[in-house]
């Protein structure tokens, strides 16, 4: 869950930089999804996650696929050229290798979960004195 999280807090901030750049940008998109500036800041800052429903509230009033901003693709929608590449290669591979790869794939998410909450936590400790 903290993965999707994660998805739909930066995928918040592309909205805000793509679609309401510069100053008073978050106001406005604050209005838009008739939420408090403060609310949406707290989103923006991962201080307050981005539940189901809110989720769903920001791709319906931006006219968004639905779940957009969990990062799925919306059906019938192009995917980009990078995953079509991935996507041809994975099938040219045989069933126990698409198995073995998928286990690999799964291993290194694990790591870079377990780095990236290292280093979340190592910034918010209070440094230490000399």
Partial sequence: MEHVRRIRKERL????????????????????????????????????????????????SLHLPLYWLDGEQAEGRPISPRHATLL???DALTPSQQVEFLERLER???????????????????????
């Fill in 13 to 60: 901030r592309r909205i805000l930089d793509e679609q309401f750049p510069g100053r008073g940008g978050q106001a406005l998109l604050a209005q838009v999804l008739d939420r408090q500036t403060g609310y949406i800041s707290r989103c923006l800052s991962g201080e307050k996650p981005i539940g189901e429903v809110f989720a769903r509230h920001i791709e319906q």
């Fill in 88 to 90: 041809e290669r994975f």
């Fill in 108 to 130: 290194v998410r694990r790591l870079n979960e377990e780095i990236f909450e290292h280093l979340q936590r190592k910034s918010i400790a209070p440094a230490e004195s000399s």
